[in-house]
């Protein structure tokens, strides 16, 4: 079942205070803000935590982590969600390979966010997508999460092999006319993809509760985490991928999220609404900068 929809834990009053506490703390220390996450989905991930970490009380994971900074990554790992796969959603990745390439390809350079990148494999498959289509060349990836931790997993670009089939079908689901194989070598159990495929990667933390736009985009692929946002934070992070859209400029969205309650949804028209992909409309706001269209 995922995170996000098991049931939510029954606290005291007093727990629930302890976890308002600890996360203003792990804000006043770190700054790392997870007030505005879904607070389901916190209170299950710091249940987890405490269980795993040892500790009674949450305010005793408080005591830890404001006096001992590797108790943060530690915490990090629960209150992050690293779960994906590649080519998740095939349809989705069916859906930018034919309908929203043939646009991308009248820029003469191309930038691509993928906002919460996790582990990496949403990165990975849209590198292998953009090979496919002939327009790696001309595209650079920004890879930004979080977790300092997920981006170290995220360059080394390594899965266990059990999960390569899933993989495999996927890919092969999405319209794919080469074989996933092609891009990874197998050996001691787990499968590690050419680092030909990072060449245009930048790899860097991002914080979507606190950090301002990364960087000027044509497509935003961020799948999956909005889910784990309450209301405020969501409008604050489709503002941001408003923001750093070029106009008519791509934004795809998880499976079980999308724009219709938000503030932000002016600034976006629906293009495949069944795959929740969406397009920056033209007469939004203006974004950060605006690239030269080659046509």
Same mark, same amino acid.
């Given at each position: 079942?995922?995170?996000?929809?098991?049931?939510?834990?029954?606290?005291?009053?007093?727990? &629930? =205070?302890?976890?308002?506490? $600890? $996360?203003?703390? =792990?804000?006043? #220390?770190?700054?790392?803000?997870?007030?505005?996450?879904?607070?389901?989905?916190?209170?299950?991930?710091? +249940?987890?935590?405490?269980?795993? $970490?040892?500790? %009674?009380?949450?305010? %005793?994971?408080?005591?830890?982590?404001?006096?001992?900074?590797?108790?943060?990554?530690?915490?990090?790992?629960?209150?992050?969600?690293?779960?994906?796969?590649?080519?998740?959603?095939?349809?989705?990745?069916?859906?930018?390979?034919?309908?929203?390439?043939?646009?991308?390809?009248?820029?003469?350079?191309? &930038?691509?966010?993928?906002?919460? +990148?996790?582990?990496?494999?949403?990165?990975?498959?849209?590198? =292998?997508?953009?090979?496919?289509?002939?327009?790696?060349?001309?595209?650079?990836?920004?890879?930004?999460?979080?977790?300092?931790?997920?981006?170290? #997993?995220?360059?080394?670009?390594?899965?266990?092999?059990?999960? =390569?089939?899933?993989?495999?079908?996927?890919? #092969?689901?999405?319209?794919?006319?080469?074989?996933?194989?092609?891009?990874?070598?197998?050996?001691?159990?787990?499968?590690?993809?050419?680092?030909?495929?990072?060449?245009?990667?930048?790899?860097?933390?991002?914080?979507?509760?606190?950090? %301002?736009?990364?960087?000027?985009?044509?497509?935003?692929?961020?799948?999956?985490?909005?889910?784990?946002?309450?209301?405020?934070? %969501?409008?604050?992070?489709? !503002?941001?991928? !408003?923001?750093?859209?070029?106009?008519?400029?791509? $934004?795809?969205?998880?499976?079980?999220?999308?724009?219709?309650?938000?503030?932000?949804?002016?600034?976006?028209?629906?293009?495949?609404? #069944?795959?929740?992909?969406?397009?920056?409309?033209?007469?939004?706001?203006?974004?950060?900068?605006?690239?030269?269209?080659?046509?």
């Amino acid at each position: 079942m995922d995170a996000a929809m098991t049931p939510d834990p029954q606290l005291s009053p007093v727990e &629930k =205070i302890e976890i308002d506490l $600890l $996360l203003e703390a =792990i804000w006043r #220390r770190y700054h790392y803000d997870f007030r505005g996450y879904a607070r389901g989905s916190v209170e299950r991930r710091l +249940c987890r935590a405490r269980q795993s $970490l040892g500790c %009674q009380t949450f305010s %005793q994971i408080q005591d830890r982590v404001l006096h001992d900074p590797a108790m943060l990554s530690q915490l990090m790992g629960f209150l992050t969600i690293q779960v994906s796969e590649m080519f998740r959603d095939p349809d989705y990745f069916r859906a930018l390979r034919e309908e929203v390439i043939p646009h991308l390809r009248t820029y003469p350079s191309l &930038k691509v966010w993928i906002a919460g +990148c996790a582990n990496g494999e949403e990165f990975y498959s849209l590198a =292998i997508l953009f090979r496919e289509e002939g327009l790696e060349d001309r595209t650079i990836f920004y890879c930004t999460d979080i977790s300092p931790a997920a981006l170290d #997993r995220a360059r080394a670009g390594i899965y266990d092999l059990d999960r =390569i089939p899933l993989f495999t079908e996927n890919h #092969r689901r999405s319209g794919a006319a080469t074989q996933l194989s092609d891009y990874y070598t197998a050996a001691y159990g787990a499968a590690v993809f050419d680092k030909s495929l990072r060449a245009r990667a930048v790899f860097a933390e991002h914080n979507l509760a606190t950090d %301002q736009v990364f960087a000027e985009a044509h497509l935003v692929s961020s799948r999956n985490v909005l889910i784990y946002f309450d209301r405020e934070l %969501q409008d604050r992070a489709l !503002g941001l991928f !408003g923001d750093s859209l070029v106009r008519g400029g791509f $934004l795809g969205l998880g499976s079980k999220e999308n724009l219709r309650f938000s503030t932000q949804a002016n600034c976006f028209a629906d293009f495949n609404e #069944r795959e929740k992909i969406y397009r920056r409309n033209t007469d939004a706001r203006t974004p950060v900068r605006e690239l030269q269209h080659a046509g």
